[in-house]
């Protein structure tokens, strides 16, 4: 039988979904037994030509010329999946899309007439059609490898769309606004990563973006109560999940409050 | 891809459109006219991701979270050069338990780091495999046996630090938590187990058919009085340069150039230097654990390496330190009385450099009273290597003319893969992206 041809493409992004895949030490030579690695760039140099049965995009757009390869990636690709926040909400990289890009430059440059870069960093999404979008900065392995499994045989991932909250609960993990009054998104914040924060007496910072209908206002207005003040909720907001609307909304809210 | 298309006779290009088995994304393009090699252009094309626009506003506790984000390969470097910034800032300098487990952590990354680049991105370049896992249909075992080693870096990591990638417990003062005794212990066996495979790797990788070639080049890297560098230590260089991290600026300066979106940088006057593995090497070797000392030693690797291909061979040297060295401070720990150390707030300048896995990394923050950050400049080790990459391998095609298209360009890859280039982390410096004439 053929085996199924994987791609793994990159926009701007670290590198980190990517590297998820080589970090599973104990079953990366198994995977690779499963499906054919056609393109990976960042692990081989051999590549063999499309179409592919999944492609895996890491990254955000932020040129034009990405913007245009996003599309021949869709064209070539039978089933298209974005890893990580970069690809699902545009990444860090976004939080240029609150500032006039000029300005933003301008910051960095000694010459932004020579820079050319789109005025957004955007997600995947929001160019091509998406089969399905991983979640995490950086994603979870383990989910990785569910969603290639799902792939190959036709079915859907089983990923799970709760919050971070109901993996403390599961694990077992005090939580730290109830305990120690610490500041956390886990309320807002889809499950994953297994709750690691919490487990290390730390807030949940959002890495792994909104989940479904995420109320995040009363959340901020928790945090306030526990003396976080509105660029405290502005900057968790605003993050490495910063374009994806719920957040994105709320951040506008506490700017506004913050003036 | 070679393409002599319409060009005069004896004139040829060299062109690698997208580097394979990098971090990142670059490409190199190489000019070649009557017999000499007219143009050597190292080109980063990686998308700006603005790193030091976005960091103003926030506040400098965010600085590790975010920074961290800049690679995914080092996240540890950015959060270690980030903190003691921070700390630097605040004239906080910490030391004990938490300075012991920030060491661990980098040698988690060392290993994890190193191990992916020898065994996965850069072995199969001198065995003649298109990647790893190509490779491992013939050597199973010695990929099985990486990919064990890589995965007790990275146990190292998800312990101590959360998770491997982008650790969540990383923090200005030092932890959000801190891991009991018998926590620790359980890194041991793996550790063990990791020093002998590490050792293996050392011979395993002495025996590589390494081109001959060597290159004079001026090594910088930390130096401390008496431990293997990784957080602390002067700036030094192979051709005596000896200050503090404070003077960084004064000594060292970025430039730009039209074809790259990540700046390089040079010694002010002189020009450019190397740092990274064998640097760190050349300025440092009687500072590494014993057994790493005599490992090198059995190779045949001197106190000094100047042939480029083989950092290969220092970077498994590095691996089997690590190991020693996680063994030592795990074997020594008591945890502190607190996970960290309160960092108070001011108005206030802090940089530091730390030894990522790739070589020296630079940060320096300008911080208000409130703790929000004015302005941050990064200085990645692939910028500050650029320069030296280019001369190499312009000297090496210089070297290797008479080989057929094919084998010059893997031979040219094969040049830059030694410096294991971290291109993601370096463009987000650039000053330049198009040159317009
Ligand atoms: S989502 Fe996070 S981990 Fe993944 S590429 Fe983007 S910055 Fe890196
Ligand atoms: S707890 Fe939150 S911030 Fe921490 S890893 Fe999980 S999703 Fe990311």
């Known amino acids: 039988m053929m085996r199924p041809k994987l791609a793994v493409w990159k926009f701007a992004s670290c590198d980190g979904c990517q590297l998820s895949l080589l970090d599973c030490e104990d079953e990366l030579l198994t995977v690779a037994d499963q499906v054919e690695i056609a393109y990976f760039m960042e692990a081989s140099r051999a590549t063999v030509a499309g179409p592919y049965d999944l492609s895996l995009v890491e990254g955000s757009i932020t040129t034009a010329h990405d913007a245009e390869r996003i599309r021949e990636v869709r064209r070539q690709s039978k089933r298209l999946v974005t890893i990580g926040a970069c690809a699902t909400a545009g990444g860090i990289q976004a939080l240029r899309n609150f500032q006039d890009v000029r300005a933003f430059t301008e910051i960095v440059y000694a010459r932004p007439g020579y820079i050319s870069t789109l005025a957004q960093s955007t997600p995947i999404g929001q160019h091509v059609l998406v089969d399905f979008e991983l979640r995490g900065c950086p994603i979870d392995k383990h989910q990785l490898l569910e969603v290639i499994a799902a792939f190959i045989q036709r079915r859907r991932p089983v990923i799970r769309t709760d919050s971070v909250c109901t993996e403390c609960k599961r694990r077992g993990t005090v939580c730290v606004m109830v305990a120690d009054g610490t500041p956390c998104l886990g309320p807002v914040t889809q499950a994953g990563c297994g709750a690691i924060c919490p487990s290390f007496d730390r807030g949940c910072y959002g890495c792994f973006g909104p989940t479904e209908s995420p109320n995040t206002a009363a959340l901020a207005a928790w945090w306030r109560r526990l003396g976080a003040s509105d660029t405290d909720i502005l900057r968790a907001y605003r993050n490495f999940n910063a374009w994806a609307s719920p957040f994105r909304e709320e951040s506008e809210a506490h700017e506004r409050r913050e003036r | 891809m070679s393409d002599a298309n319409g060009k005069a006779e004896g004139s040829r290009t060299i062109r690698v459109d997208y580097l394979a088995r990098v971090e990142g994304e670059g490409s190199l393009h190489l000019g070649i006219r009557d017999g000499a090699v007219e143009d050597v252009r190292l080109a980063i094309f990686e998308p700006p991701r603005f790193f030091e626009a976005l960091l103003r506003g926030r506040g400098f506790g965010e600085a590790p979270d975010i920074t961290s984000r800049i690679c995914g390969i080092c996240p540890v470097a950015y959060m270690m050069s980030a903190v003691h910034a921070m700390e630097n800032a605040a004239g906080v300098s910490i030391a004990g338990p938490i300075r012991d487990l920030r060491r661990l952590l980098y040698c988690g990354e060392w290993i ?80 063990l187990r990791a020093r002998d495979a590490a050792r293996a790797l050392v011979d395993r990788v002495a025996a590589f058919p390494f081109p001959e070639y060597e290159q004079d080049y001026e ?126 707030v001011q108005d206030a300048v802090g940089l530091a450099a730390t030894e990522a896995p790739r070589g020296l990394l630079y940060h320096r923050y300008r911080i208000d009273a409130s703790g929000s ?8 080790p692939t910028s500050q290597n650029q320069g030296a990459i280019e001369e190499d391998l312009r000297r090496v095609a210089t070297a290797c003319l008479d080989m057929p298209d094919d084998a010059l360009q893997g031979r040219c890859e094969q040049t830059i893969r030694n410096h294991d280039p971290c291109i993601s982390c370096a463009a987000h410096f650039l000053k330049l992206t198009v040159e317009r004439t």
Do not use: W
């Not at chain 2, 950050?373 to 990645?380: F, S, V």
């Open chain 2, 112 to 191: 994890e780091s190193h191990v992916l680049h020898v065994a996965m991105l850069h072995a199969p370049d001198f065995l003649g495999y298109p990647d790893a896992i190509a490779m491992a249909r013939d050597h199973g075992e010695h990929v099985r046996r990486a990919l064990g080693l890589k995965k007790a870096g990275n146990d190292i990591v998800r312990l101590l630090g959360g998770r491997e990638i982008h650790p969540i417990n990383v923090r200005v003062g030092g932890f959000y938590k801190v891991p009991t005794r018998r926590e620790l212990s359980t890194l041991t066996e793996p550790l």
């Open chain 2, 373 to 380: 950050i004015l302005d941050a400049r990064i200085i990645p």
């Open chain 2, 219 to 344: 090594f910088v890297a930390l130096r401390h009085p008496d431990e293997y560098p990784f957080n602390e230590g002067r700036v030094v260089s192979s051709r005596g340069i000896d200050i503090d991290v404070a003077d960084y600026d004064s000594v060292f300066e970025e430039f730009q150039v039209p074809h790259s979106t990540a700046l390089h940088a040079r010694i002010r006057g002189r020009g450019s230097y190397l740092v990274g593995p064998l640097a760190r090497y050349a300025l440092n070797s009687d500072l590494l654990s014993p057994a790493a000392r005599d490992a090198a030693a059995a190779v045949g690797l001197g106190p000094v390496c100047r042939n480029p291909y083989r950092s290969i061979l220092v970077r498994a040297v590095e691996v089997l330190h690590a190991c020693d060295e996680a063994l030592r401070l795990i074997a020594a720990y008591t945890p502190p009385d607190a996970p960290f150390v309160a960092v108070p």
